[in-house]
C-alpha cells in the first residue's frame, strides 16, 4: 500500500509541474464570483485573468452574456493582451448583444487608424463579426481602408471580412468586386491566398478580375498557404476552360477523338461543332468523365463573363496544349505534385489531368501514389480519384498495380476502390500476379470482402478472355468449397460468398456459353449439396437459360428436370420460380424447334 501511495503522489506531483506556466488552472473553478470585480480592477493583470476565466467558461458551454457591459467598457484598454481578449469576447457575443455592441464601434474606428497592425486587424475582424445591417456600410468603409493597409496582416483580414460582408450588402456588389481586384494584385502571397477565397464568395463568375491579373496569380501560386492553393488552382483552371476550352491533346481527348478544326487558328468553338463532332468527344471520354458535359457546364455557366476589356468571354473551344495561358499554368502547378498536403497534389493532378498533352499526363502518377501512404482518410478520397482516371486512362496506372495491393490495415471501404483499380488497370502481363493475390484475399475472414474479391475475379475474366479458364476452375472450386462447409460449420456470411461465386460464373458463361457447357453441368451437379436458396435459384436459372446449348446439357435436361420435379414441395418460393420458369424455357423451345 505505501508503494502504491507513494506512486500516486508522484503522479499528481508530476501532473502539478505539468500544469505550471500554463493556463489549465483557468477550468478547475472558472465560475468565479469574483469575475465582475476583476474586470472593473485597475490593474490589467485582473483583468486579463478574468478574461481568460471567462473565455474558459464560454469553451465549456456556459452563456457569460450578462457579463458584457462589464467586458465591452474594456475595449479601449491600453493593454494589447486586454484588448484582444476583449475582441475575442466580443466576436462571440455580438449578435446576441447588438445594442451593447453597436456602442463599441466608434472604439473600433478609432483602432483602425492605430499604430499596431495587430490592433488594426482585430478591430476589423471584430466589426466584420457584427453581422448587422446596420453596421455594414461603416465594415464596407473600414475594408476598402484596410484593403490598402501597409501590412499584409491587415490586408489578409479585409479579404476575410469581404467574405462575410457579401451576403449583407448584395446591392454593393461592384465596390466589393474593386475590393477583390485590389486584393488580387496584392504583392504578399498570404494576400493573395486570401483573396482567392474572397473572390469565390464574391464574385466566383467575375473572371474578368482573373484575366487581369492570371499570369500573376500564376506565379505567385507556388508560394501561397497550401490551402489557398487548392482554392487558386480551382479559380485559374475555370478561368482557363471558360476562356480557352479543353486541350484536344489531352487525356479527356485521348480516345477515339478526331476533331477536324475550324476557323479559328487553334480552337475550335463549341458552338461550331457539329453534331457527329460532339457525339466524338462523348464516345472519346471513356469512363466517369465526359468530355461534352465538362464543356456544356462552363458553356451555361460562364458563357455571360466578360474579359478585361469588357467583351464577353467567348464560348468554351477546343485548345492546343501550346496556348500560352495553358502553358503558364501547367509550369506553374508542375512543383505542387510533391507538395506535403495531399489535397494540394490532387488539384494539381487535375490540372495536369484536363490540360496536359497525354504523353505528359504519366508525371502525375508518381506524385498521387505517393499520398497513399498518408492517413486513411486521405488515402480512401485519392483512390477514388485515381479509379477515375484509371476509368479513362488505364495503361496510366498499369504498371503499378502492386501498389493497390491490399494491406491487412486497411478498412474495407478502401479495399473495395482498391480491387476496382486493379480490375480496371489489370493487363495480359499483370493479370497472373493479380490473381495469385486474389487467392491470398479469399482467405480473408471478412466475408464481405471474399465476396468482392469473388466479383473482381469475375470482370477480370470478362476483361481478359485468356484467364476465362483459369478463373472458371477457381471459382468452381469455390463453390465446391463453400456448399461444403455450408453443411458442417456456419459462418458468418458464407452465403454471400457462395452466391457471389455463382454470380460470377453467371456473368463469365455468358460470354460464349456453347464453349462452357461443361462448366454448367458440374455446376448443376452441386445441386445435390448446395441447400442455400438464393444459390440454387441461381444454378437452375443457369441451367434453364442454356438447357438448349451445345450438345451435353441437352442429353442431361431429362435427369435435370426429374430431380427438381422431385424436389419441387421441398423448395423456397423463389426457388419453385425458378424451376417453373425453367420448365416454361424448356418447352418454348421444344415448341419453336417442333
Known amino acids: 500500500m505505501g508503494m502504491f501511495g507513494l506512486q500516486a503522489s508522484g503522479a499528481a506531483a508530476s501532473w502539478m509541474v505539468g500544469r505550471m506556466g500554463t493556463d489549465a488552472h483557468l477550468y478547475d473553478d472558472p465560475e468565479d464570483a469574483a ?29 457569460v452574456a450578462h457579463l458584457f457591459p462589464q467586458v465591452v467598457k474594456n475595449v479601449a484598454a491600453q493593454s494589447l493582451e486586454v484588448k484582444k481578449l476583449v475582441y475575442l469576447y466580443l466576436l462571440h457575443y455580438a449578435e446576441k448583444r447588438q445594442n451593447e455592441a453597436l456602442l463599441s464601434i466608434n472604439i473600433f474606428q478609432k483602432d483602425l487608424s492605430d499604430i499596431n497592425p495587430l490592433v488594426r486587424a482585430w478591430a476589423l475582424r471584430t466589426m466584420a463579426g457584427i453581422r448587422l445591417h446596420v453596421v455594414a456600410p461603416l465594415v464596407l468603409v473600414a475594408v476598402k481602408k484596410c484593403a ?9 483580414c479585409a479579404a476575410y471580412a469581404l467574405c462575410k460582408l457579401y451576403d449583407l450588402l448584395p446591392e454593393e456588389n461592384t465596390t466589393l468586386e474593386e475590393v477583390v481586384d485590389v486584393l488580387l494584385g496584392d504583392s504578399s502571397s498570404g494576400v ?28 505567385t501560386l507556388p508560394d501561397i498557404e497550401e490551402w489557398y ?73 460562364y458563357s455571360a463573363c466578360s474579359d478585361g476589356e469588357g467583351d464577353k468571354i467567348r464560348s468554351p473551344s477546343v485548345t492546343n496544349s501550346t496556348n500560352d495561358d495553358v502553358t503558364i499554368l501547367l509550369k506553374c502547378t508542375s512543383p505542387l505534385l510533391w507538395s506535403q498536403n495531399s489535397g494540394v497534389i490532387l488539384a494539381a493532378a487535375s490540372v495536369h489531368w484536363i490540360m496536359a498533352p497525354v504523353q505528359e499526363v504519366k508525371i502525375i502518377v508518381g506524385p498521387i501514389l505517393f499520398t497513399l501512404r498518408s492517413s486513411p482518410d486521405a488515402t ?32 474495407y471501404q478502401t479495399r473495395a476502390l482498391k480491387l476496382e483499380i486493379i480490375t480496371t488497370i489489370a493487363t ?35 476483361k481478359l478472355p485468356s484467364v476465362t479458364s483459369t478463373c472458371l476452375e477457381g471459382l468452381l472450386a469455390l463453390v465446391f468449397y463453400e456448399s461444403s462447409i455450408a453443411n458442417s460449420v456456419h459462418l458468418d456470411g458464407e452465403d454471400v460468398v457462395l452466391v457471389q461465386a455463382i454470380l460470377s ?50 442429353r442431361i435436361a431429362p ?23 425453367t420448365c416454361a424455357k424448356k418447352n418454348t423451345y421444344k415448341s419453336s424447334k417442333g
Not at 37 to 61: C, E, H, T, W
Not at 435 to 445: A, H, R, S, T
Not at 560 to 581: D, G, M, P, R
Open 148 to 156: 490598402r493597409d501597409p501590412s499584409p496582416y491587415v490586408r489578409k
Open 380 to 411: 480512401y478520397v485519392m483512390l477514388g480519384n485515381i479509379l477515375v482516371f484509371a476509368k479513362t486512362a488505364p495503361l496510366l496506372f498499369a504498371p503499378y498495380y502492386e501498389d493497390f495491393f491490399i494491406c491487412s490495415s486497411d478498412p
Open 192 to 219: 493573395v491566398g486570401a483573396a482567392a477565397v474572397a473572390f469565390n464568395s464574391v464574385c466566383p463568375n467575375g473572371l474578368a478580375l482573373i484575366a487581369k491579373h492570371f499570369r500573376k496569380l500564376c506565379e
Open 505 to 554: 460464373i453467371k456473368a463469365i458463361v455468358k460470354i460464349d456459353a456453347a464453349c462452357h457447357e461443361k462448366v454448367i453441368i458440374r455446376l448443376v451437379r452441386t445441386l445435390d449439396v448446395i441447400k442455400e436458396p438464393a444459390a440454387r435459384s441461381l444454378i437452375i436459372w443457369i441451367f434453364g437459360e442454356y438447357s438448349s446449348t451445345g450438345n451435353l446439357i441437352p
Open 229 to 301: 492553393q487548392i482554392t487558386l488552382i480551382e479559380i485559374l483552371l475555370r478561368y482557363v476552360i471558360a476562356r480557352h476550352g479543353l486541350v484536344k491533346e489531352s487525356a479527356i481527348f485521348a480516345s477515339n477523338l478526331s476533331l477536324e478544326i475550324q476557323g479559328g487558328k487553334d480552337s475550335v468553338p463549341v458552338d461550331n461543332m457539329s453534331c457527329t463532332q460532339a457525339e466524338t468527344i462523348v464516345n472519346g471520354a471513356c469512363g466517369t468523365l465526359s468530355s461534352m458535359t465538362l464543356l456544356r457546364h462552363y458553356i451555361d455557366e
Open 559 to 581: 435427369a435435370v428436370l426429374k430431380y427438381l420435379a422431385w424436389s419441387f414441395a421441398a423448395e423456397v418460393i423463389e426457388t419453385k420460380l425458378q424451376i417453373l420458369n
Open 428 to 462: 495480359e502481363s499483370s493479370i497472373p500476379a493479380i490473381l495469385e493475390e486474389f487467392q491470398d484475399y479469399i482467405k480473408d475472414p471478412n466475408r464481405r470482402f471474399v465476396a468482392d474479391t469473388v466479383a473482381a475475379i469475375a470482370l477480370c475474366a470478362e
Open 35 to 63: 469575475l465582475p470585480a476583476l474586470l472593473d480592477s485597475r490593474f490589467d493583470g485582473d483583468k486579463v485573468d478574468a478574461l481568460k476565466r471567462l473565455l474558459a467558461l464560454i469553451a465549456q458551454g456556459v452563456d
